[in-house]
């Protein structure tokens, strides 16, 4: 099926980024995406943008010829409550949040005590997905992660830049196949995102999708190919 979307990307507005806005939203446009979203860093990673940026998406067109564009943000899990580094009267205003663990906002505490941070943000109403629970330096029991995400009706994301070569989490194949079995078998949807950081990234999900096709993950449940089923999830379902 057509991969239709990315939904994690990042401009220089991040801090530790390279491309501009219109940069990324045409190389979306190249790629023939239907959809296309930019989540910039939350505040509390270090050079990215101020509440007063994300204040003013409102001033930004949501279409770029055919294709639907989406301005949200990644919020940093602080702590073992699941506290976010953006209030909730700022994110119900957001087209999406996702939601994640970074080294530099968050110190790694036991299994139960990560596990118990994402959960709690899951409870956030305005959290629509988490990003990247696939870090071995921040050890999480999957199966409660995934009940959390079926009960709280959030979206997990399979990270592709952190399956790619090299990458700072180290190889979380292992952890990505118990998630994804989990998923199955809760029946809990999963979207393949690029991380991108450049251009160049825009879309790219192969190392994504060949962790679920060795899975035999089910189409079904995969976002990028269902604009339907990411229209139920997210906070801003009416702009597609």
Request: charged residues 20%.
């Amino acid at each position: 099926m057509l991969d239709k979307m990315d939904l994690h990307t990042h401009t220089i507005m991040s801090g530790h980024a390279y491309s501009t806005r219109n940069e990324m939203i045409k190389a979306a446009e190249e790629k023939g995406l239907e959809i296309y979203a930019i989540t910039e860093h939350a505040p509390a990673m270090p050079g990215s943008c101020h509440n007063m940026y994300f204040m003013n998406y409102k001033a930004l067109p949501r279409t770029y010829n055919n294709m639907t564009v989406l301005y949200g943000v990644e919020l940093n899990i602080l702590d073992y409550a699941g506290r976010v580094d953006l209030p909730k009267s700022l994110l119900k205003e957001m087209d999406l949040t996702l939601a994640s663990i970074h080294v530099p906002c968050y110190v790694s505490g036991t299994m139960e005590e990560n596990t118990n941070a994402y959960v709690e943000a899951m409870k956030n109403p305005y959290i629509n997905i988490i990003a990247h629970p696939d870090d071995g330096r921040f050890p999480i029991n999957y199966e409660m992660l995934v009940k959390a995400a079926k009960e709280y009706h959030v979206i997990l994301e399979v990270n592709n830049a952190s399956l790619a070569p090299g990458s700072f989490r180290g190889d979380p194949r292992e952890q990505y196949k118990e998630m994804l079995q989990l998923c199955m078998d809760y029946e809990v949807p999963i979207v393949m995102n690029s991380d991108a950081h450049v251009e160049a990234q825009v879309g790219e999900h192969g190392f994504a999708q060949e962790v679920l096709d060795l899975a035999g993950f089910p189409e079904e449940l995969v976002v990028n190919y269902h604009r339907e089923i990411l229209k139920e999830y997210i906070n801003r379902g009416t702009l597609l």
